[in-house]
């Protein structure tokens, strides 16, 4: 099973290990983004919970923008709520 100990897949586990080896500084929203959706949060879903508009979080999600400060500090505060270590 892909599954581990305590209900995290293996692409979580290695998606986090990839965020812990990073320089605090480095982790980009697309980043955040990968790992909150694989733990099965729809674009939807973070956009509701954080005030971000859907397009915003896709562009983001896609590369194709990045966010000011304030929306990353954002979406990194809503990560730590979903357990989510993003310094």
């Not at 949060?41 to 859907?54: E, N």
């Amino acid at each position: 099973s892909n599954v581990l100990r305590f209900g995290i897949d293996i692409t979580t586990t290695l998606l986090y290990i990839k965020l812990i080896k990073k320089k605090r500084n480095t982790v980009t929203a697309q980043q955040i983004l990968q790992i909150l959706n694989s733990q099965g949060l729809s674009i939807y879903r973070i956009s509701c919970k954080t005030g971000i508009s859907q397009s915003t979080l896709s562009n983001w999600s896609a590369g194709r923008t990045k966010p000011n400060k304030l929306t990353l500090n954002i979406l990194k505060k809503y990560a730590k709520s979903r357990d989510v270590d993003c310094a």
